[in-house]
């Protein structure tokens, strides 16, 4: 037999059927959904007269519209109470679990999966969501759908979708002590650019990827998206199987048993042919930062913006002098000491207890500068409350950051958790698309450790000048 990926071994398992020159039908195990890309599909079954073919198989939350402040002040937003109502009420008619803010399970969509056990290797997840990807870390095959095609998964637990190409994204040597995955996923962005895995899954391989924890292959898959891949994935090793042991929805007993030892064989042959291929040196990587509007353009936090003349093409010049307007940034201009008002700590990119861990190492013992307010949003309930076990809440409110309630907050903005026009934040989420966290705001993206160096010192720091005077959680 020809020697196979991942993906192809994951993709032919799930095909329930495929003609020449058509998309395939594809099973889906696991559906997850939220507030915002659901009602609309559930009311298109409700206007077919069809019903959730599997409702065992669907799990949902609240996420994107939640309210994040403990104290219960927030602005009254009609859109999200609706979408909330209706999440609520269609989940009960059909039967569908349900995780409500306050409730022992509830965060955001892909923070949850993997820690409930839902997220599994070598299963096909979907949800209305394009960062669906992040479930790829247990070597699972997973992306984003349309609202369309939720209500299709709704009605026959299948999708139609034509076979994506492959690349082999290799990571290779050691990272340095202050670069983590979130670097990892701005350095290969800036590499090949928003487009540079369109039409693709990634497989990340190499002994960089080997030394993540598994939270870290998380963010590292979940910003596969970011350079156009349609998933990124990780082969299970023991570390991932380990991590999964014991979770709410995970296999015990004898099932346990015969799901590890499947999971673990589950991985690319040697010799399987992708398509594509990308080589980084992690010794290489330094902390990174973005100075424009998409991920891909992004800097080695110390280095100057770009000059539009550096860039091959007349669009690629056009698209960095208008990010570069847009962020009131100068070509050239270092990045370093510009003064940023706002920092945002969280998201389903690095929301989970370890960023947490690492932005609390950093604060320890120091205040938030006085102009700089810090949101620390946990991405679930199960990360709130083992941060307020560890103390974890106790440092970021000692030096004045923000503890909030579980949600997407200031990743989208949907919730009242946003920037001012014309604002500086740093933010550990996503995107910086002009406008995503808010009218007019500026947006850098950046890993935990560098967010929470500008929090302290109220502009854009190397983190590596804080952490001297503190022990090292990442890479150790």
């Known amino acids: ?171 290779t040597g050691k990272l340095r002590p202050w670069v983590s995955a979130k670097d990892m996923c701005l350095a290969l962005t800036a590499k090949i650019g928003t487009g540079g895995a369109t039409g693709h899954v990634i497989e990340y391989r190499g002994e960089a990827v080997d030394q993540l924890s598994v939270e870290s292959r998380m963010t590292l898959c979940n910003m596969s998206i970011e350079a156009g891949a349609r998933a990124g994935m990780v082969a299970p090793d023991e570390k991932c199987v380990d991590w999964l042991k014991g979770r709410p929805y995970s296999p015990r007993g004898l099932a346990w048993t015969d799901a590890r030892k499947r999971w673990l064989a589950l991985r690319s042959d040697r010799g399987a042919n992708f398509d594509s291929h990308v080589r980084i040196d992690g010794s290489d990587i330094d902390a990174m930062i973005t100075w424009g509007t998409t991920p891909a353009m992004a800097v080695a936090v110390g280095k100057p913006t770009p000059r539009p003349d550096d860039f091959a093409t007349e669009s690629e010049r056009a698209a960095a002098a208008k990010a570069l307007a847009y962020m009131g940034l100068k070509p050239g201009e270092p990045l370093t000491g510009r003064r940023i008002s706002t920092v945002f700590i969280g998201s389903c990119t690095n929301g989970r207890i370890e960023d947490l861990r690492a932005a609390a190492s950093l604060l320890r013992g120091r205040s938030v500068a006085p102009h700089v307010r810090m949101l620390v949003v946990p991405g679930s309930q199960q990360v709130l409350r083992q941060a307020e076990a560890e103390g974890l809440d106790g440092v970021f409110k000692a030096a004045g950051a923000q503890w909030r309630k579980p949600g997407c907050s200031m990743c989208i903005a949907m919730n009242g958790d946003q920037i001012a026009e014309g604002e500086y934040a740093v933010s550990t989420s996503n995107r910086n698309f002009e406008g995503r966290q808010g009218k007019g705001g500026r947006t850098f993206l950046a890993s935990p450790l560098t967010a929470t160096a500008a929090a302290i010192t109220g502009r854009l720091t190397h983190p590596r000048e804080l952490m001297q005077e503190v022990p090292c959680v990442l890479n150790a």
């Open 1 to 171: 037999m020809e020697p196979q990926t991942l993906f192809d071994k994951i993709w032919q398992s799930h095909v329930v059927k495929e003609e020449p020159g058509c998309p395939a039908v594809l099973y889906v195990d696991l559906h997850l959904i939220h507030e915002v890309t659901s009602p609309q599909a559930f009311s298109d079954l409700r206007r077919r007269g069809l019903r959730v073919r599997r409702p065992d198989r669907t799990f949902a939350t609240m996420d994107h519209s939640v309210q994040t402040n403990p104290t219960g002040a927030a602005r009254e937003d009609a859109a999200a109470t609706q979408q909330l109502r209706a999440l609520s009420e269609n989940c009960g008619k059909a039967g569908i679990s349900l995780f409500e803010p306050g409730s022992e399970h509830h965060g955001i969509v892909h923070v949850i999966g993997p820690e409930l056990g839902l997220t599994r290797p070598g299963a096909t997840i979907v949800c209305g969501d394009s960062h669906t990807s992040t479930h790829g870390a247990f070597g699972a095959l997973a992306f984003g759908i349309g609202t369309s095609e939720v209500a299709h998964v709704l009605a026959t637990q299948c999708l139609l979708q034509r076979k994506p190409r492959t690349m082999d994204v290799r990571f």
